[in-house]
């Protein structure tokens, strides 16, 4: 019995099973040939965009991101870790593949490289450990720069108060259109940083450093800052602003710090009318 090849199909047959292949099936074919890397290339320019999730560690992973599925490629320094492995939850099924390299973050970035020569894709989130990678964190954003213009979201995590510069560069050179999370919980309360405008959501850990002229400027729908250490002063100022709209129009979710309970005095203190009328109550929890 011998097998079909696949460049005797029709050109339809043919597209139908590409259609059925995981990015990992694709990404295996194209290496193949370079007739099968051309035959890729033309069928990945006709679908949609294939999602990608960059985790960018000491263990460098690059994410597909499909309806049900989600495919996994890492790689790592230490061989212990390499190997496949399939996990299936009752909504989603992921898959990685852990690869072992002498310099991690090169082959991450060669790896994606090549991916986007032969599919369609879009990073659309960036997860940034900054702890792991203190001195090749300028050079990653320069060379994910390049390679995009902005990014959907934005994951910063940090744990030792030691990236406040990292943190100011990524800002200043990555352009988020949609969700920032800056998970540095020891920010310096002297750090002057300014906030991409137009997002969806923005949440901080570390808040120091965020002070009442620059919150009352957050024209954000949703806002969680923990360690947000406004004064009663501030605070019912800025409650007074928004609800004379001078401030945070977009606003529908906020979740800050409160510091001691007299604070809740002072949002009490603040004009307001009580009511038990049930439509506006099921109004207002909308």
Same mark, same amino acid.
Request: proline share 5%; charged share 25%; with cysteine.
């Given at each position: 019995?011998? *097998?079909?090849? !696949? ?15 995981? /990015?990992?099936?694709? &990404? ?11 035959? =890729?290339?033309?069928?990945? @320019? ?35 870790? =390499? ?13 990685? =593949?852990?690869?072992?390299? +002498? ?18 894709? +879009? ?5 940034? %450990? ?26 910063? %995590? *940090? ?11 990524? !800002? ?18 002297? !750090?002057?940083?300014?906030? /991409?405008? *137009?997002? %969806? ?12 002229? %620059?919150?009352? @400027? ?21 409650? @007074? ?9 977009? &606003? ?5 710090? =409160? ?10 203190? &603040?004009?307001?009318? +009580?009511?038990?009328?049930?439509? !506006?109550?099921?109004?207002? @929890?909308?």
């Amino acid at each position: 019995m011998t *097998g079909l090849s !696949l460049f005797r199909l029709p050109i339809l047959s043919m597209e139908n099973v590409f259609s059925m292949m995981t /990015p990992y099936d694709l &990404l295996v074919l194209s290496l193949m040939s370079l007739k099968t890397r051309k035959a =890729v290339k033309r069928f990945s @320019r006709t679908k949609a965009k294939f999602q990608i999730v960059f985790e960018i560690t000491a263990k460098p992973c690059l994410s597909f991101v499909g309806k049900k599925e989600s495919w996994y490629y890492c790689w790592t320094s230490n061989r212990i870790e =390499v190997g496949y492995l399939e996990r299936t939850f009752p909504l989603r099924v992921f898959y990685r =593949v852990t690869k072992y390299s +002498e310099n991690p973050i090169e082959e991450f970035k060669k790896a994606y490289n090549y991916i986007k020569k032969v599919l369609r894709c +879009e990073i659309v989130s960036i997860h940034y %450990q900054l702890k792991l990678l203190h001195s090749e964190n300028r050079p990653i954003i320069d060379w994910f720069r390049s390679t995009q213009e902005s990014v959907n979201n934005l994951h910063i %995590q *940090g744990s030792d108060g030691e990236h406040d510069d990292d943190v100011k560069y990524i !800002l200043s050179n990555l352009k988020v259109t949609e969700r920032l999370f800056i998970m540095e919980p020891w920010l310096k309360e002297d !750090l002057e940083m300014e906030i /991409p405008e *137009g997002l %969806q959501h923005l949440q901080i850990t570390g808040s120091y450093f965020i002070k009442l002229e %620059q919150f009352l @400027r957050f024209n954000y729908p949703e806002i969680v800052l923990r360690r947000l250490f406004l004064t009663n002063r501030e605070i019912n100022i800025f409650l @007074r602003s928004w609800m004379a709209c001078e401030s945070h129009l977009n &606003l529908k979710r906020l979740e800050i710090t =409160v510091p001691h309970p007299p604070v809740i005095n002072e949002i009490m203190n &603040l004009p307001h009318v +009580e009511t038990r009328d049930p439509n !506006l109550i099921d109004l207002l @929890r909308r």
